[in-house]
């Protein structure tokens, strides 16, 4: 079986929406975010915080590309989609699935910031991050989910459905 890999942005419902859609679709479940945590033993935002946003993506990366599960859903980090060879990679081994919604539906769900562990570079908002990523995540995924308005059920029907 295939994996069904998530990518969105950060507050878009993936590791939410991950967690149901395994359980809809018999799979396993993994969180990247997690991994990450896992392999450094601290949070995302104290790596961050801590050694910077190229340290955490070199850590990101890594993990991205040394995950082999089969069958599983992943919910990916939002900034999975800057790394080519690890998404190349879960495209060979599943299909690619961006949790769509809109800015202000970002904005409205991310009331941790601080502390999420979300990568912005001095000075960068959160709409400056969004435009920079939308075409990566299109550029990637093999389906589309427009997710704005929708219950994590209704988001887990329409992915079950594409797939």
């Not at 329409?158 to 797939?163: A, C, D, F, G, P």
């Given at each position: 079986m295939k994996n069904v890999i998530l990518v969105g942005m950060p507050a878009c419902g993936k590791s939410t929406v991950g967690v149901v859609l395994a359980k809809t679709m018999n799979k396993?479940?993994?969180?990247?975010?997690?991994l990450i945590q896992q392999a450094e033993s601290r949070t995302l935002q104290e790596i961050i915080d801590q050694e910077g946003n190229d340290y955490?993506?070199?850590v990101e990366e890594r993990v991205l590309l040394d995950?082999?599960?089969e069958d599983y859903v992943?919910?990916?980090g939002g900034s999975a989609i800057y790394f080519d060879r690890a998404m190349d990679k879960f495209k060979e081994k599943g299909v690619?699935?961006?949790?769509?919604v809109t800015l202000d539906?970002?904005?409205?769900?991310?009331?941790?910031?601080?502390?999420?562990?979300v990568t912005l570079e001095k000075g960068q908002t959160i709409?400056?991050?969004?435009e920079q990523r939308i075409p990566l995540y299109q550029k990637h995924a093999d389906m589309v989910v427009e997710a704005d308005g929708l219950s994590v059920e209704e988001v887990v029907e329409?992915?079950?459905?594409?797939?």
């Open positions: 396993g479940f993994v969180d990247t975010d997690i955490f993506h070199h995950f082999d599960g992943v919910a990916t690619v699935v961006y949790i769509k539906t970002i904005l409205e769900r991310l009331n941790n910031i601080k502390s999420r562990g709409a400056d991050l969004y329409k992915i079950v459905e594409l797939i």
